[in-house]
């Protein structure tokens, strides 16, 4: 469907990546993926049309519909929300933007009328009475209220929304090819699943940036690793590309075993992953990998992970969080009515709501930075709290220090420039990285020197704010194993459902009022929740 040859893109002289030779076929999804800045946006503007290649051509079958969802959110912000679902398949609103006018006219000829008959026998052949049946559909299947919003202007609309009406106008179009670039970026989790389900069934040819590593597992019957300049598609979910890679790369290392052992071994492994996974596709596909797998086929990942590790210098006692009744409204909205619970030592609190807010602002009042309107909360006397903002703009803006300069005050006055240089490399902070001034580095960058100044506090509560936000999958995953291991509390919120679901052994739901507190996994809080009535 999609033909890819001989493809390379220069910015500037240097190749972002060349003698792509790639084929991307109906039925398959296909999850993008590659660290900041490799190009996978880029890619997806040559695919689309958007961007000229270097070298090379991107063919397409005649007759191909394609809908794109871009990185950036922004557009259309003078449409209504119809306008822009509807925009999704541009003849439709070609037509009736072409009625209406003809409609309005003073002067209605029989030239006019005979238009008209035309373009309301093509507006009927292409569903158009419908169209705002099935746009309210789409939207309300990712969890908005469609009777509310279908005349406000896009600019009207809160970033989350936005992505879904964005998300819905890609969907109208009834794309048979659909690139959708990171577009669970700003979803919650619930629309994720939604968008989970909808890829399932689609029949088309999906590419998809993401760095939910959930979401690649359950929708990606392929991988397209953009590293290095190369871009390789491999056969299998993110899971399987992960595990193989880590496990080839250990072969590598290992110099001594003999070849056929390893290949041996990485057989097993794929063996017992396909015989593992119930999506058949996907299990179908990776029987067809077993056959002809070599080891020098398998990805032998360039990427660096970062390090986290969070110690304790003192384990807490016995108590920990005791929070009565908080009750707090912001902005005149109550985000927080009667929230009480006790938090034990060694919990791993994974906190939930429709409202993000909701989390923040209990956050914000547990660290002591704003006040609660009602009730109260106690630490244990022996309790120790980092705090990770889901905003940490003012520990940046105006500051004029360097990486080194920047976390020296947060560590002991006789720590040693060697230690802190030691936990910015751990964050891959090296050489004269460190001297960059903090307030030019990128999210990402941002975010890790967030976590390399809480790994240095050494806690023994780490209070988490939507962690994954801003990162790649490298560092998505080392923050995942790094609090997963750690032997202290954590209360924290993310909407990535892999994150959540390997961390927590609670979860805590604030509600309307009160929250709803259970000791479970995630996945099985979700499936209690699903019949739950109250
Ligand atoms: N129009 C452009 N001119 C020069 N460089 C660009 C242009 N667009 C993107 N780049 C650079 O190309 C690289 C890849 O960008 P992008 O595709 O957005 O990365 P990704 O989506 O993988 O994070 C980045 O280093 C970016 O700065
Ligand atoms: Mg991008």
């Not at 390379?8 to 398959?28: A, H, I």
């Amino acid at each position: 469907m999609i033909n890819i040859s001989e493809l390379s893109l220069n910015f500037s002289g240097e190749p972002l990546f060349k003698d792509v030779n790639l084929k991307f076929t109906e039925g398959n999804c296909y999850g993008v993926i590659g660290a900041n800045g490799a190009g996978k946006s880029t890619f997806l503007r040559i695919l689309s049309g958007d961007l000229d290649a270097s070298t090379g051509t991107v063919s397409i079958k005649p007759n191909t519909r394609m809908s794109v969802l871009k990185q950036d959110h922004f557009a259309f912000n003078e449409e209504t929300v119809l306008n822009t679902v509807l925009g999704g398949n541009p003849r439709l609103l070609e037509v009736m933007h072409e009625k209406d006018a003809l409609y309005t006219k003073e002067d209605f000829t029989e030239e006019d009328g005979n238009r008209a008959a035309e373009l309301e026998a093509e507006f009927a052949e292409m569903g158009g009475w419908d169209a705002e049946t099935e746009a309210s559909q789409l939207l309300n299947g990712l969890g908005l209220d469609a009777d509310a919003i279908l005349y406000t202007e896009m600019k009207n609309l809160g970033d989350v929304e936005k992505v879904k009406v964005l998300l819905a106008r890609a969907l109208f179009g009834k794309p048979d090819i659909l690139l959708l670039d990171e577009p669970t970026n700003h979803l919650d989790i619930q629309a994720v699943r939604w968008l989970e389900d909808f890829l399932a069934d689609f029949e088309g040819t999906v590419l998809v940036v993401s760095h939910d590593r959930h979401f690649l597992n359950n929708v990606c019957t392929h991988i397209v690793d953009i590293d290095f300049g190369k871009i390789k598609l491999y056969v299998g979910n993110y899971e399987f590309w992960y595990e193989s890679s880590q496990l080839v790369q250990r072969m590598i290392k290992d110099q001594n075993r003999k070849n056929e052992e390893k290949i041996k071994e990485l057989q097993n492994f794929i063996q017992r992953f396909a015989a593992n996974k119930s999506k058949s596709r996907q299990a179908t596909s990776r029987r067809k990998l077993i056959d002809k797998l070599t080891v020098e086929e398998m990805p032998a990942s360039s990427r660096r992970y970062p390090w986290v590790a969070f110690q304790q210098d003192r384990e807490a006692g016995k108590d920990i969080l005791e929070v009565r009744g908080i009750s707090k409204t912001i902005d005149g909205e109550k985000v927080l009515d009667n929230v009480s619970f006790i938090v034990r030592r060694g919990d791993k609190i994974a906190f939930i709501s429709d409202n993000e807010l909701a989390m923040t602002t209990l956050f914000q009042i547990l660290m002591g930075e704003i006040k609660p309107d009602e009730g109260s909360f106690k630490w244990g006397v022996t309790t120790s709290q980092s705090y990770f903002p889901k905003d940490n703009n003012e520990f940046f803006e105006g500051h004029k220090e360097n990486m080194l300069d920047w976390i020296a005050p947060y560590s002991q006055t006789d720590t040693l420039e060697s230690t802190l240089r030691g936990f910015l490399g751990r964050m891959l902070f090296s050489g004269d990285d460190v001297y960059k001034p903090v307030r030019v580095l990128s999210g990402g960058e941002k975010v890790r020197l967030m976590l390399a100044r809480m790994m240095l506090f050494g806690s023994n509560v780490l209070v988490i704010d939507q962690p994954t936000n801003h990162l790649d999958l490298e560092s998505i995953t080392a923050v995942n194993n790094g609090v997963r291991d750690f032997k202290g509390t954590v209360l924290f919120a993310s909407h990535d459902h892999e994150f959540v679901q390997t961390i927590a052994t609670r979860i805590i739901e604030i509600r309307g009022t009160g929250v709803l507190d259970k000791e479970c996994t995630y996945d099985e809080f979700l499936e209690f929740r699903e019949t739950y009535q109250g």
